[in-house]
């Protein structure tokens, strides 16, 4: 049995069900709007999403969730498919995990009103039913994931970026949404704020973990889901990088930072940068303060009783940092 399958074993009736609700909570009267949102729920990723809702509510309630976490579920699910969509707009995106984008296929006209559609369908989900605690978190999220998308274009023009700022970035940009899935998780079933505190933590700091991850790919020699050099070629600031630029010699940082201004399309050029940053110990850091995460994420979980939930996320906060794409 794969690690993800390990981690939904105990929340395989709870994920089969999602899945049903999440379709039913797309459909529309117009038959194009159906043909799309079926493309959408058929290309699923790991759902990793849902599964920390689930996961961190059973943990936090002994096994107890109800209809207001499957509804968290799917707005979560709705509202960040919309922002999926409007990114790969945003990015002239062809592909989007391995499947054509749905601007690749009905143009972006069509993208943008869907992706608008999914966030309204998603916000009229919580207020039918009241959830305006669990629509707060959501829309939160959806407020900072659009100022790190911004706050690191704005960056990315200077290239004098301070670890501090890069961890502002992928804390408002990646750890945001998964923060908001235990914190949702959590109020769903349980009233208790310090509970629902300590989760929203404990996904921030998952989430920081992810992100470093992703960053540390674009280093790898393995084949992977994305390209090597793929952040060096688009100019984005990654920690195994700023912390180089931040330590090497006045001379060193000239030539990194020409490299990367000037001859980021140079595929030999490219190599180099990267031989430099593995070479000044770029890796070696970054994966430290992965670890650091990581470790901080565990330590909140362990107020918790022992239960599958509890184990279940200890192996999804393992899986983040070990995961090979």
Known sequence: MNITSQIKQPIFNEMELFEKKFHESMTSKVALLNRITYYIVNRKGKQMRPMFVFLTAKMVSEGVVNERTYRGASVIELIHTATLVHDDVVDDSNRRRGFFSINALWKNKIAVLVGDYLLSKGLLLSIDNGDFDLLRIISVAVREMSEGELLQIEKA????????????????????????????????????????????????????????????????????????????????????????????????????????????????????????????????????????????ALSLLQNFEDSEYKDALTLMVNYVIERKK
């Open 157 to 296: 023009r200077r290239l004098d970026i301070t670890e501090d700022i890069y961890y502002e970035i992928i804390r408002k940009k990646t750890a945001t949404l998964i923060a908001a899935c235990c914190a949702l998780g959590t109020k769903s079933v349980i009233e208790d704020e310090v509970q629902v505190e300590t989760m929203r933590k404990f996904g921030e700091l998952i989430g920081m973990a992810f992100q470093i991850k992703d960053d540390l790919f674009d280093y790898s020699e393995e084949a992977i889901g994305k390209p090597t050099g793929i952040d060096i070629k688009e100019q984005k600031m990654t920690l195994p990088l700023i912390h180089v630029l931040n330590t090497c010699t006045p001379q060193e940082k000239k030539w990194l930072i020409n490299s990367i201004k000037n001859h980021n399309k140079d595929k030999k050029r490219v190599k180099e940068v990267i031989a430099f940053v593995k070479n000044n110990n770029g890796l070696a850091y970054a994966e430290n303060k992965m670890v650091e995460f990581q470790q901080e």
